[in-house]
């Protein structure tokens, strides 16, 4: 029989992928979960298992080609029956009252890493006008059983005809909905790229882009890609780097950012660093100003828990963590990433050296799992590592503060009446106004300050 394997949903929000490299070719023999491709999110390289066993008869894109959730991507005869075909599943379902007995039910081996089937999405319902679609907005999707017995009837229940006047509306999400009402864009006039026509973010914000310069020109033409001129390169926009520029994007206009500045003496936490490096307990272990900054922002986080909360708009709700997902910037070869420690509050320092170095040596090799960058609640990124005392770093999207930590320097400084060397680091802090007050960002930039100036009074804080 032959089987056909469509791109799997990898991770929220992932609507396609692109394949770095096949690890098989028609002909081969596969086995359940081997690895057959590298594919390349906009978040990451995943490494993708065959849900089959059997024999490879094609492959349906080529290395650097991009792949829509739910489409083909390779075919494997897995041995006697007849061809299970892309058609097949894609044929209407029977009432589930008059399902034939014969039709059995093809289950396929759940793998790890996979979200739910390209079959399995939402539902769609027809618009309504008026007062009607704005409700539509408020009211969540009932349940399929729910569904299933108020099709087709009336406010009254009473089997009235649907009115003449209500069409489609454009498949999308609430947010995406939310974001396309900030941007001013009318979901009606977008083609959605995602699957089965899913209007998507990146969909609304090249809407929103594509508005001014159609403005400008007077009148819309179809884009058309320039050739390079002598010693210019040109290369495309995809992966990491599209769905980090949309990030930002999508992060600085919707965020009101304040960014706070804080230079500290941290040679005191300079000497601890050397203290634990000399000592044999330690030994295997990294320990770096990153992760003792980590440390101390956990802390820190614990005394004003507003910094570590989120932003609801649909629900109009703040969300407050009572744990810390925290995000470290990672810059790698395909773009920034900002893979997340779960659970950071809960590690010792060394504990949390340790999985910072672990997270960073994945993110380099391009390994990182896409659920390790989903979840963050707060970040920091280390500008420090290429000489930069201080930025305005923009907010990881769904976070309320950012944290950036500069370069170490020996400058001359008062210390007790007299001028000495000290070791001086800047923080820069940028958070969600909504979220956080001045007063509470201060007073949570002052907490790490003060645990780096003496490492002892994070004691006196925990």
């Not at 949903?9 to 690895?35: C, F, M, P």
């Not at 310069?213 to 890609?225: K, L, Q, W």
């Not at 040109?234 to 599209?242: F, S």
């Not at 020996?410 to 940028?430: D, F, K, Q, Y």
């Amino acid at each position: 029989m032959i089987r056909d394997f469509a791109l799997p949903d990898l991770g929220e929000g992932l609507t396609e992928s692109e394949i770095v490299a096949w690890r098989v070719k028609v002909g081969d023999h596969v086995e359940l979960n081997q690895i057959i491709a590298d594919v390349e999110t906009a978040k990451a390289v995943v490494e993708l298992p065959s849900p089959f066993e059997g024999t490879v008869t094609a492959l349906h894109a080529a290395e650097g080609e991009t792949v829509n959730v739910g489409e083909k991507l390779f075919s494997c005869d897995t041995g006697g029956g007849a061809d299970a075909s892309a058609a097949d599943a894609a044929a209407p379902e029977a009432p589930a009252e008059v399902a034939a007995p014969e039709a059995a039910e093809v289950r396929e081996p759940t793998l790890v890493g996979y979200g739910a089937s390209a079959d399995r999405g939402p539902k769609r319902r027809p618009r309504r006008l008026g007062a009607a679609a704005l409700a539509e907005d408020l009211v969540p999707e009932p349940p399929e059983h729910e569904r299933a017995v108020t099709a087709g009837t009336g406010a009254a229940g009473t089997g009235a005809a649907e009115h003449p006047d209500r069409g489609e509306r454009p498949r999308s999400t609430p947010p995406v909905r939310k974001l396309a009402r900030d941007l001013g864009v009318d979901l009606e006039q977008v083609e959605g790229t995602g699957e089965r026509g899913l209007i998507t973010r990146a969909d609304v914000e090249a809407a929103a882009s594509a508005a001014p310069a159609a403005s400008a020109a007077g009148t819309a033409s179809a884009a058309v890609a320039e050739p390079a001129a002598p010693g210019e390169t040109r290369i495309p926009i995809r992966g990491v780097r599209k769905h980090t520029a949309a990030a930002m994007v999508r992060s600085a206009f919707t965020a009101p950012h304040v960014t706070e500045f804080l230079t500290v003496d941290v040679t005191a936490t300079m000497a601890l660093l050397e203290g634990i490096r000399s000592d044999r307990a330690f030994a295997g272990h990294k320990v770096t100003p990153l992760a003792i900054v980590a440390k101390a922002l956990c802390i820190a986080a614990a005394r004003t828990p507003e910094v570590n909360s989120r932003w609801d708009e649909d629900a109009q709700e703040i969300v407050r963590f009572g744990h810390v997902n925290l995000g470290i910037a990672a810059a790698t070869e395909r773009g920034l990433v900002v893979p997340n420690i779960r659970g950071a509050e809960r590690m010792t320092l060394i504990e949390l050296a340790d999985a910072i170095v672990a997270l960073a040596e994945t993110a380099r090799a391009g390994k990182t799992p896409p659920a390790d960058l989903m979840g963050g609640t707060i970040s920091i990124t280390n500008i420090g590592v290429f000489g930069i005392d201080a930025g305005t770093p923009i907010l990881n999207p769904g976070e309320a503060a950012i944290l950036a930590m500069g370069a170490v320097r020996r400058e001359p400084r008062e210390h007790r009446g007299e001028i000495a060397l000290r070791e001086v680091m800047t923080l820069s802090l940028s958070f969600d106004h909504r979220l956080v007050d001045g007063e509470q960002g201060s007073r949570f930039l002052a907490d790490i300050g003060r645990i780096l100036r003496d490492p002892g009074l994070a004691l006196t804080m925990m």
